[in-house]
């Protein structure tokens, strides 16, 4: 069935624009702003605690809210922007982000500052969901893997600014300062995406045809393209049967008990498997190699000097995630780069001299980032129909968010027991199953369209159906 709700097809057909970057610009300044709030964190409770404002037992509880709530957001955002749209769900929650922030530079006490923290922990874990999830169904297929990477970069140099800032505001005007910083800049981003247009893809597949083509016209427009556009009649004789087609079977396919359908329960498998893996490895060796370091004799300065050295490693995953992300693909890209993050980490423990320790260090975390940029950020929102598309992702989302809960404490388990040796055995681990999982199991997505991936799973829906008819055109 042909339509002019071809609307994948045309998206993918245009020109790389203003229009792409724009929207990759609004998007990862929301995203930005989520991740300088999650950094900032050591700072500002340092300074409570040295301000006798908190102690260690509360500020556990803060760190530990942070990740309830980002577990809970990274939920519902799957369910809220799978039902209302894409564009209701990243305004909501950056809505609610930048309204707590606000509200935590006020607070009162500590007790306070947990809750609001809570509140701000729902809007964090929802933007991580809605912002990759809309950025895969706007940009052309020969582009998407790399847009992910880029988007990626950005929002981990956040790490640096919120480190930096608090080093110059903290110690002279409070912390309550890099609150009021990062919920005023939420604020003024989510008037900024106002002018952001729902995702075509995502009206489409809610029988919104008329919607979908007006928004993608407009789009065409802005990037200089109108060969793609199809004629009126065909799209009016198109857009009947559409609307007929998703009132009876999209509705089915869109339930949450589709993602452990038979068709797609390898893709919740593979999606799930390399967050959990993710958060697993980060949570492990980036937060925790500080307290290594310092476990095995260096002192607090020089550990942390030589994290930094380490955590520079980051930037440079992430630009050689842009420059293979098209070429070498996300499926075996995960796969490569968990065995190569193996073969440092079983070299690691191995590691006498200073400059030893810090190579490897940065080349683990180098292989961490080049794993961030092709899951969390390409990988995980592709695998699913546009239908079950942020649900999918949440799912995933979540799942890494509650095993990022237990982590600290089965790093803190193996290392008292095994070591450094212990920690590395448990993120080779986690790293063998994921290559594993991901090599049997995974979908190579690589300059495909959405459509295209889709069908391969066996979706019946009318986009898939639409991807086979342009994959067989082509």
Not at 91 to 107: D, E, K, M, P
Not at 247 to 258: H, I, N, Q, V
Not at 317 to 322: C, D, E, M
Not at 370 to 377: R, T, Y
């Amino acid at each position: 069935m042909q339509m002019d709700v071809n609307i994948g097809a045309r998206l993918d057909r245009l020109p790389l624009s203003g229009f792409h970057w724009r929207l990759l610009g609004l998007i990862a300044a929301g995203m930005y702003f989520d991740s300088f709030d999650i950094y900032i964190a050591g700072t500002v409770l340092a300074a409570m605690v040295h301000s006798g404002e908190s102690t260690l037992s509360l500020n556990a509880t803060f760190v530990s809210v942070t990740f309830i709530g980002m577990m809970t957001g990274a939920w519902l955002s799957g369910l809220l922007g799978d039902r209302f749209g894409r564009r209701f769900c990243y305004q909501f929650n950056l809505g609610i982000y930048g309204f707590a922030s606000i509200a935590a530079a006020l607070a009162p006490s500590i007790y306070w500052l947990i809750f609001f923290r809570l509140v701000m922990g729902v809007g964090m874990g929802a933007e991580i969901v809605v912002g990759y999830g809309t950025l895969s169904e706007f940009i052309p297929a020969d582009w998407r893997g790399r847009f992910g990477t880029i988007l990626n970069l950005i929002i981990n140099t956040s790490l640096f600014l919120s480190t930096f800032l608090g080093w110059l505001i903290v110690p002279h005007y409070g912390w309550r300062w890099m609150f009021a910083i990062a919920g005023c800049g939420a604020l003024v981003v989510w008037f900024l995406r106002k002018s952001m247009p729902e995702s075509p893809r995502w009206l489409a597949s809610r029988g919104r045809a008329d919607e979908a083509r007006q928004i993608v016209e407009r789009i065409e427009t802005a990037c200089g393209s109108t060969a793609s556009r199809t004629s009126s009649h065909s799209a009016n004789a198109t857009e009947s049967s559409t609307r007929e087609f998703y009132s009876t079977e999209t509705t089915e396919a869109g339930r949450l008990g589709a993602l452990f359908s038979r068709r797609l329960l390898t893709r919740t498998i593979t999606a799930i498997t390399v967050l959990v893996a993710l958060f697993t490895v980060n949570y492990a060796f980036v937060s925790w190699i500080p307290t290594f370091l310092v476990k095995q004799g260096h002192s607090v300065s020089n550990s942390l000097g030589i994290t930094a050295l380490m955590f520079a490693g980051g930037p440079v995953g992430s630009l050689i995630a842009f420059a293979l992300a098209e070429h070498l693909g996300r499926k075996w890209g995960i796969v490569l780069f968990s065995l190569v993050c193996v073969g440092f980490g079983i070299a690691y423990p191995f590691a006498q001299s200073a400059v030893a320790i810090t190579a490897l260090g940065f080349a683990i975390t180098c292989c961490i980032y080049v794993l961030s940029s092709f899951s969390v950020a390409t990988y995980v929102p592709e695998l699913f129909p546009t239908e079950l598309r942020l649900r999918g992702s949440g799912l995933a989302n979540t799942a890494g968010r509650a095993v990022s809960i237990v982590v600290p404490y089965a790093v803190a388990s193996a290392f008292m027991r095994f070591g450094i040796a212990g920690v590395l055995t448990l993120i080779v681990g986690t790293l063998l199953v994921q290559a594993l999982i991901v090599g049997v199991l995974g979908a190579e997505t690589k300059q495909r369209s959405l459509e295209a991936i889709a069908a391969d799973a066996g979706v019946t829906s009318v986009e898939a159906q639409e991807g086979s008819a342009t994959a067989a055109i082509e």
